[in-house]
């Protein structure tokens, strides 16, 4: 990984949608100048979006980009500062107490201190890029004391003192939006709404991300996914699973089953919930002709 | 200030006028997105705009429309009345539209003034124990354990980040143990309230019965639905019950419509937002489930939303009279699916069976076999 200095990167939003594109990930006009206005502001980016709209792949891809190592913090209900700053390790802390006997020990020394994603990635020496995946998903207060580190960039360790980061991380949140966000969350960030892609687009990305696939073939699964995310369906699929059809797809073609029949033999791999396998089975037949026609 | 800068202001300005949440370092953010940018053209000022003001997805095209008639100079497009962009997804295939509206006209205003002679009826204080229920409520409600710990005197795990403080403290004497445990906390409420025709006897004091509800239990959510969604937990959210039924009620534009039950929870369940809330909660509906034609919709409806609750209820005014057995076809299709089929058609039937949902109960099914 070869790090290379972020303004260079960033030279201008089409400078970043070409390094992204390297990196094997295709981003529009608009993500790029978010992207691109994020890190020269220095400002947070929130991406929100359906999910399987490529929200993690987008931080990995900027990670890759600025030849950083990326830090991921997944978040969930019930995640507090513990999981995302620091802890001390009390076993260890306590057996210290016990070997030391009559002698003085720092039992706030750094052998005992676990650093959690947030605190990595202040200590790191150089810049780091942080995800807070799924920011949706924790609880009200861990976006309020996330707030606190998105603003100053430091931690207030009470038996330690503070850590600031010695260079500003670059930090990306992502959001199902499963709930609403805080608006005091959304104005410190650089916001962008990742939709899905338009069939022509999909259809690159398959190509680009897919191993062995046809330039039609790729085609035809962009536009039938297209068809079939317009229904109503329970879990509509994302870009990850369209490439998978794409992939599977293939194999099968290539283990002898004709063109349709591939297709349908391989839904498996996109359709992930059976009522929807239910909804979209009668049509499928039709859905994959007109697509590969 | 320079002269350059004055129209980006101005159009923070006019976000502001319009309930856009602004803040000054937005409008700075923006000013030094688009002196990044360039600007080489017009779209960039907008995905600056975007990117940097960051409107929410439900009020995009809103923000939109106001960025063109400040920057382009377009005719102003009404915005008045638009709809949350999720909430319209796959509610009303625009068949409908026409017919809602002419509903909205005939029998809308005929609701109003019926809620308002419900706000300007002397109450009798607390006539309808709906104040008993509210309070009550937040305790009644079933509980999940949280991930979060609270102290406790016994029965837990022990509390090494606060025991070792005390050790250090007591210069390594190793007191008693202290402890803590995973905390309960009650379970979300979800209520879905029926509007349609065949419910408006009971409409108003749902939105009563509602509107306690909101007032009462930790986190709540309402919903109305008729041919469309409607949120109304924000208007109910307002301490006063007169005032917040009047913001419901001018919020719900499918008043005494038909029902489309099913395409109507498919599309609560669409949204993730509004799904994610079901995700073990309490959902109860609040309707008579006369689903006209197909019931498929409803069967998935149902399923999807059982999937996800913890418990799943359908309270019914037509359970009220004795004689009434689940024989519709809909009614037959989704009572597997269902944990209770109990009686709605008064208040007090309603707060009793809402404080009993911690108390576990024979699956609906069961008791109506019993019955019938």
Known sequence: MTRVNAVDVAASPEAVAARLAASRYLADDSLATAIFLAIRLGKPLLLEGAPGVGKTEAAKA?????????VRLQCYEGIDAAHALYEWNYQRQLLAIRHAGEHEI??????????RPLLQVLRAPDQRVLLVDEIDRSDHEFEALLLEFLSDFQISIPERGTIRAATQPIVILTSNR???????????????????????????????????????????????????????????????????????????????????????????????????????????????????? | MPRAAA??????????????????????????????????????????????????????????????????????????????????????????????????QEKGGELSSALEQ????????????????????ASALPARRSFRTMRTRS?????????????????????????????????????????????????????????ATVQGADRAEVFTFGTRLTRITSALRI?????????????????????????????????????????????VILSDALERGD????????????????????????????????ETAALRAILPLLDDLVDGSSVRSLTDFILSLARPAPAAETIWKRVS
């Open chain 1, 106 to 115: 720092d039992i706030y020394d750094d052998r005992f201190l676990i650093a």
């Open chain 2, 295 to 326: 019931h498929a919709d409803l069967e998935t409806a149902i399923r999807r939303l059982s999937a996800r609750a913890f418990r799943l209820s359908l309270a019914t005014p037509l359970a009220g009279d004795p004689r009434f057995r689940p």
């Open chain 2, 7 to 104: 129209p980006f202001l101005g159009f923070a300005r006019l976000l502001r006028r319009h309930a856009f949440a602004i803040a000054p370092e937005q409008v700075a953010g923006f000013m030094r997105a688009v002196t990044l940018l360039g600007p080489r053209s017009m779209n960039e000022i907008r995905e600056a705009a975007l990117a940097t003001l960051a409107p929410s997805p439900d009020r995009r095209g809103e923000f939109e429309a106001h960025f063109r008639a400040y920057f382009y100079g377009d005719a102003k497009p009404s915005i008045e009345g638009e709809e949350d962009d999720e909430t319209r997804i796959k509610d009303d295939r625009g068949t409908r539209q026409q017919e809602s509206l002419t509903v909205r």
């Open chain 1, 178 to 293: 499963t709930r609403e966000l805080a608006e005091a969350l959304r104005r410190r960030c650089v916001y962008h709404w990742i939709g899905y892609p338009d069939a022509e687009r999909e259809g690159e990305i398959i190509m680009l991300r897919a191993g062995d696939v046809a330039g039609a073939t790729a085609r035809a699964v962009a536009k039938a996914v297209q068809e079939i995310r317009a229904r109503p369906l329970a879990k509509p699929p994302g870009i990850a699973e369209a490439v998978e059809w794409a992939n599977a797809a293939t194999i099968l073609e290539k283990g002898g089953s004709p063109w349709p029949e591939a297709f349908r033999r391989a839904i498996g791999v996109l359709i992930k919930d059976e009522e929807d396998m239910a909804a979209i089975a009668p049509e499928l037949d039709q859905i994959v002709e007109e697509a590969l026609g």
């Open chain 2, 239 to 283: 301490r006063g019950r007169d005032q917040a039924l009047a913001r419901a009620a001018a919020l719900v534009d499918d008043w005494d419509g038909g029902t489309r039950m099913g395409p109507t929870l498919l599309a609560f369940l669409s949204v993730p937002r509004f799904s994610a809330f079901a995700r073990g909660a309490a959902v």
């Open chain 2, 155 to 211: 029965r837990g795990t022990l509390d090494l980040r606060r025991s070792l403080s005390e050790i250090v403290s007591a210069d390594g004497d190793i007191p008693s143990p202290l402890l803590r445990r995973r905390q309960a906390v009650p379970r979300k409420l979800l209520l879905l309230i029926d509007v349609s025709g065949s419910m408006k006897p009971h409409t108003a004091d749902y939105l009563k019965l509602a509107h």
């Open chain 1, 62 to 70: 900027i990670a890759e980009l600025l030849g950083r190592e990326l």
């Open chain 2, 118 to 137: 419900l706000s300007s009826r002397d109450f009798q204080r607390d006539a309808d124990g709906l104040g008993q229920f509210r309070r009550k409520l």
